[in-house]
T-cell receptor, first 110, second 116 residues
Framework: DQQVKQNSPSLSVQEGRISILNCDYTNSMFDYFLWYKKYPAEGPTFLISISSIKDKNEDGRFTVFLNKSAKHLSLHIVPSQPGDSAVYFCAARYNNDMRFGAGTRLTVKP | DGGITQSPKYLFRKEGQNVTLSCEQNLNHDAMYWYRQDPGQGLRLIYY???????QKGDIAEGYSVSREKKESFPLTVTSAQKNPTAFYLCASDLGSGRVNTGELFFGEGSRLTVL
């Protein structure tokens, strides 16, 4: 069962514009939500997280928004830079159970 | 520097052979995890361990085995019973249950296994 879904396999944006990556989940027990960035043949690196008791968390150019009623979270990157081009995984966690989405490949064009 | 080291980075195996992937961490983390990544799919949990000498199956444990004899080490053996072993394998660690703050897992660089 796919408890975390990223419905857009790819996204292309122009440098300097906003990138919005979306994620939906089904399990209301999840209490942490995370975004990871991954380059080919490397392990994912942690980007930003949000607790289920919050609706927004910001870190520099990255902001994660959580809408619990809709079971939806999004990652905003502004302004987008070519170095942001990577695969972004959404993850949701409850204790030892961390579920990952299939990833969205972001391409930022100069 | 603290981190997670996986080896080998690339591995080729003939059908019917067992192969063991190494994972070592010096982060003093209690919990360790093995994930598998296939193209177009998210990471899927194979096994995890919360403490030395104890481990639990994840969603896709069939055809795999693990051991946790030391806190720092969590090797994964891909056995001949695994029907489709070609994949990218990722090891991760964290502080463990009850000590999670951001929920973050720390990942190694991964090992790519190809069955010939």
């Amino acid at each position: 069962d796919q408890q975390v879904k990223q419905n857009s396999p790819s996204l292309s944006v122009q440098e300097g514009r906003i990138s919005i990556l979306n994620c939906d989940y089904t399990n209301s027990m999840f209490d942490y939500f995370l975004w990871y960035k991954k380059y080919p043949a490397e392990g994912p690196t942690f980007l930003i997280s949000i607790s289920s008791i919050k609706d927004k968390n910001e870190d520099g150019r990255f902001t994660v928004f959580l809408n619990k009623s809709a079971k939806h979270l999004s990652l905003h990157i502004v302004p987008s830079q070519p170095g942001d081009s990577a695969v972004y995984f959404c993850a949701a966690r409850y204790n030892n159970d961390m579920r990952f989405g299939a990833g969205t490949r972001l391409t930022v064009k100069p | 520097d603290g981190g997670i080291t996986q080896s080998p980075k690339y591995l080729f195996r003939k059908e019917g052979q067992n192969v063991t992937l190494s994972c070592e961490q010096n982060l003093n983390h209690d919990a360790m995890y093995w994930y598998r990544q296939d193209p177009g799919q998210g990471l899927r949990l194979i096994y995890y361990s919360q403490i030395v000498n104890d481990f639990q199956k994840g969603d896709i444990a069939e055809g795999y085995s693990v051991s946790r004899e030391k806190k720092e080490s969590f090797p994964l053996t891909v056995t001949s019973a695994q029907k489709n072993p070609t994949a990218f394998y990722l090891c991760a660690s964290d502080l463990g249950s009850g000590r999670v703050n951001t929920g973050e897992l720390f990942f190694g660089e991964g090992s790519r296994l190809t069955v010939l």
